[in-house]
T-cell receptor, first 115, second 111 residues
Framework: GAVVSQHPSWVICKSGTSVKIECRSL??????MFWYRQFPKQSLMLMAT?????????EQGVEKDKFLINHASLTLSTLTVTSAHPEDSSFYIC???????????FGPGTRLTVT | QKEVEQNSGPLSVPEGAIASLNCTYS??????FFWYRQYSGKSPELIMS????GDKEDGRFTAQLNKASQYVSLLIRDSQPSDSATYLC???????????FGKGTSLLVTP
């Protein structure tokens, strides 16, 4: 149990375009999901907390108009990187909080390359 | 600022030995503690969670928590080369569901 999927697993896009990443909890309902970014050889950076049916909470320094988060159902959260630039190239990972506890289960991640 | 500190390593142990990974945290109100394993290029995988003082064992893994010392550790018995990865300590406080992650300790198990 506690499986989280992400789609796509990797994506290459041109500068200025937008990219949507989906995060799904497959066998449990997640009222809270999280989005992280990780650059090579660096630690996880929390970008935002996504709550089902309400607005996401962004960490300091993360542009909410650039990184659009939607958590429309208990099993799906999406992250849209708008007007992507090469500096947005990174490994984006979502996680979902298991109900009743504090455990977060991570998706496999999406590797974004902006050319 | 809520800090979670780990030695970055690398920690090198021979195959079959016990690997000991340590983590300290600054927020005394922290309630939940987790260890994740992350292989290079992959996302983190939950190994253990621990909520109360003492030891918790799961297979070859033992998590230890000492809230008075604000210290949590992970022991890996009979270490295998496949255990070579970065181990992330994560701490949750009472303010919400977000986890504060340490920077991770790189473990290398040599055959």
């Amino acid at each position: 149990g506690a499986v989280v999927s992400q789609h796509p697993s990797w994506v290459i896009c041109k500068s200025g375009t937008s990219v949507k990443i989906e995060c799904r909890s497959l066998d449990f309902q997640a009222t809270t999901m999280f989005w992280y970014r990780q650059f090579p050889k660096q630690s996880l950076m929390l970008m935002a907390t996504s709550n089902e049916g309400s607005k996401a909470t962004y960490e300091q320094g993360v542009e909410k108009d650039k990184f659009l988060i939607n958590h429309a159902s208990l099993t799906l959260s999406t992250l849209t990187v708008t007007s992507a630039h090469p500096e947005d190239s990174s490994f984006y990972i979502c996680s979902a909080r298991y109900p009743g506890g504090g455990e977060q289960y991570f998706g496999p991640g999406t590797r974004l390359t902006v050319t | 600022q809520k800090e979670v500190e780990q030695n970055s390593g690398p920690l090198s142990v021979p195959e079959g030995a016990i690997a000991s990974l340590n983590c300290t945290y600054s927020d005394r109100g922290s309630q939940s503690f987790f260890w994740y394993r992350q292989y290079s290029g992959k996302s983190p995988e939950l190994i253990m969670s621990i909520y109360s003082n003492g030891d918790k064992e799961d297979g070859r893994f033992t998590a230890q928590l000492n809230k008075a010392s604000q210290y949590v550790s992970l022991l890996i018995r009979d270490s295998q080369p496949s255990d070579s990865a970065t181990y992330l300590c994560a701490v949750r406080d009472n303010s919400g569901y977000a986890l504060n992650f340490g920077k991770g300790t790189s473990l290398l198990v040599t055959p």
